[in-house]
């Protein structure tokens, strides 16, 4: 699964319960929402208008819930298949090695009680803009999350846009798309989500799109990753 898992639609209870009880024969990564749900549930943030997981908050197994999705990766690679999975993208100026090492990073943090003080002050905001090695603490937890789980467009140098929410055209000039530009990733594969507007679009032969806009009511799609073929079906 690409991440966000809930928050795009109806049954989010029934969703989490569900991919929960797979065990190890799901593999998930964390989204956006999936973060938001969980800042939320830890007292970071209110709900939105639009949010969909009262039913979680609800829920008598909450925290059983909660606790199994904060331990989900940001970024997930399986050596057999040369693919990585991500929610939103692996920034150009990070290989492959660099990028596992930085989402150990923040996966350590959120399985450590940290999580508490990332969830209530820290997860929030667009700065910093662009990767610095030199970057510490919260700073820097922040922006590797942004990268894996809320980045679409970027500049060669890897600073994000954060602003612009809409296909590809519509970004200010220098940036692009995250997968433009010339990366360091060889023939790894690239499993995403997050990026509704593409419609399951690249042009990118070995960085595969998988969000079809489900959430604006087209389909929702899977892809076997070993044949390469898609599976989409309509919400009802
Ligand atoms: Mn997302």
Redesign the pocket.
């Given at each position: 699964m690409c991440?966000?898992l809930v928050n795009?639609g109806p049954e989010n209870l029934e969703t989490l319960r569900f991919l929960k009880s797979l065990g190890k024969r799901c593999v998930s990564v964390l989204?956006?929402?999936d973060l938001h749900l969980l800042a939320i549930a830890m007292g970071g943030h209110n709900l939105k208008r639009h949010d969909t997981i009262d039913d979680i908050l609800d829920a008598p197994d909450r925290e059983t819930l909660l606790k199994w999705l904060r331990k989900r990766p940001l970024l997930h690679y399986c050596p057999k298949l040369d693919t990585a999975m991500v929610?939103?993208g692996i920034p150009p100026i990070w290989d492959l090695s660099k990028a596992l090492r930085r989402s150990a990073e923040v996966e350590a943090m959120l399985q450590s009680d940290e999580h508490l003080s990332f969830f209530a002050d820290h997860m929030y905001g667009n700065l910093p803009a662009v990767w610095s090695k030199d970057l510490r603490g919260w700073p820097r937890l922040r922006m590797i999350t942004n990268y894996f789980?809320?980045m679409r467009f970027c500049n060669a140098e890897g600073r994000l846009d954060l602003g612009t929410k809409s296909g590809p055209g519509t970004q200010p000039e220098g940036y692009a798309p995250w997968f433009e530009f010339p990366n360091q990733l060889g023939k790894t594969e690239v499993v995403f989500?997050?990026?509704a507007a593409l419609m399951g679009e690249t042009r990118h032969k070995r960085i595969h799109a998988l969000?079809t806009g489900c959430v604006w009511g087209s389909a929702l799609t899977c892809m076997d990753i070993e044949s390469g073929e898609r599976f989409s079906v309509d919400p009802d």
């Open positions: 991440g966000d795009r989204g956006n929402h929610h939103a789980t809320r989500g997050h990026w969000d």
